[in-house]
């Protein structure tokens, strides 16, 4: 197991820029998730610290070993993709082995290995079988057993639950991020789905156009968001982006939108001193806007009607007219609201953000 360290990684095709000047460490035993949206470079990162594909600028370091140059076999890393790639030849157990005989590992040994990693996933009793009398989900524990066999330095993951129906998805999430909490090795994988980087990842690091925006646990890519683009890509129903102007009254700090005015907390203030006239977004997520008042929180009251309900059973997400503004709520699905029924929304300002022009979060 190893450490992973990204420095400077430039990657292009022609005029696009894949990969763009992009740094990032990777502990030793950490689950890191690469999150972000097709085309962001995510696949091309994890190909390079493979060797799949050479950087123009940038050093990989594994440990203290500067692997930027060399081939992928000489790094000690394996890969699951999101096609099973298991060999339909082989049994399962010829296809976990394959890597073992590569390397010539003597055949006692091999067996042991194989039956190991046959029990972490689950498919012991598969050993026998040809891929094409497996399921899905079987065949990806197959690739897993196969990638984990060797016992790699670096277990990287390119979208490997994608091609999984919804609740075997749910399921091999959490087995697989006990199988890697139990080896401990070090993995990186690739995802543009967050409720899957959220759930299995020690850390996020999403991804736009080639750069890292933020690499945070979940909890502060979703509590801390350091831009827009991280906070309208963490979270659903997305968060809520509402134009203002913060503006200084005798009362303190108000932002006024086009449709309401609402007082800002003191506690925000010497952040928004700086932004006395200036235009900014303020950010709230659908599950901080309450239909009704809650003690200990501070909440701006706004008034708005129904104009749209969707009822996922669990939750009900509202659409809100604020007078011309429409924003989402997600509410407990207690309660049957209807369409045109007039509200009191309360906004919770604690859960408040507020970004600049630029995008960048003030807090
Ligand atoms: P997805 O989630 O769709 O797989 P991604 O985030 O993994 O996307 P990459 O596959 O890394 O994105 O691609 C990043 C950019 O580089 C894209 O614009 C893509 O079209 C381009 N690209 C990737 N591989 C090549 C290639 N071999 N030749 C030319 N352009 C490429």
């Known amino acids: 197991m190893v450490d992973v360290h990204l420095i400077g990684i430039t990657k292009r095709f022609g005029r696009v820029v894949a990969v763009d000047d992009l740094y ?30 050479k950087p123009d600028k940038g050093r990989i370091l594994f440990g203290e070993r500067d692997v930027t140059r060399l081939p992928p076999r000489e790094r000690n890393i394996s890969m699951v993709f999101q096609s099973y790639a298991v060999w339909p030849h082989m ?16 055949p006692e040994e091999i067996k042991n290995r194989v039956r190991w990693a046959a029990e972490l996933l689950q498919i012991e009793d598969l050993l026998d079988r040809y891929p094409a009398q497996l399921s899905g989900g079987q065949r990806q524990r197959v690739a897993v057993a196969r990638a984990i ?13 994608s091609n999984l129906d919804a609740l075997l998805r749910v399921k091999m999430r959490s087995e697989l991020k006990k199988l890697q909490q139990r080896i401990g090795v070090t993995t ?4 543009h789905d967050q409720v899957e980087a959220m759930t299995m990842g020690d850390r996020i690091a999403v991804m736009n156009a080639g750069k890292i925006m933020q ?3 979940p909890e502060e890519v979703y509590n801390k968001p350091a831009n827009l683009f991280v906070a309208g890509f963490i979270g659903s129903p997305q968060m809520n982006f509402i134009d203002a102007r913060i503006v200084e009254t005798d009362k303190g700090y108000v932002a006024e939108t086009e449709t309401f005015t609402i007082r800002l907390p003191e506690k925000y203030k010497e952040l928004l001193r700086p932004l006395r ?3 900014v977004i303020l950010g709230i997520r659908p599950e ?8 200990h929180t501070t909440l701006a009251a706004i008034r708005g009607r129904i104009d749209f309900v969707e009822r996922l059973g669990s939750d009900n997400v509202l659409h809100i007219d604020t007078g011309g503004k429409i924003i989402i709520a997600k509410t407990s699905g207690n309660y049957a609201y209807k369409v045109g029924q007039e509200v009191e929304v309360y906004l919770d300002l604690d859960k408040l953000h507020v970004f600049k022009q630029d995008g960048e979060a003030v807090f």
């Open 149 to 161: 066999v060797v016992e790699p330095d670096v277990l990287l993951m390119d979208e490997p639950l």
């Open 277 to 279: 006239n200036e235009k």
């Open 91 to 106: 049994k399962v157990f010829d296809n976990i082995a394959f890597p073992l005989k590569i390397k010539k590992y003597p």
């Open 188 to 191: 990186i994988y690739v995802t």
């Open 24 to 53: 990032l460490d990777v502990e030793d035993g950490e689950f890191i998730v690469l999150l972000g949206p097709s085309g962001c470079g995510k696949t091309t990162t994890l190909r390079i610290i493979a060797g799949l594909e």
């Open 288 to 295: 901080h806007i309450y239909l009704e008042p809650r003690k």
């Open 215 to 217: 690499v945070g646990t």
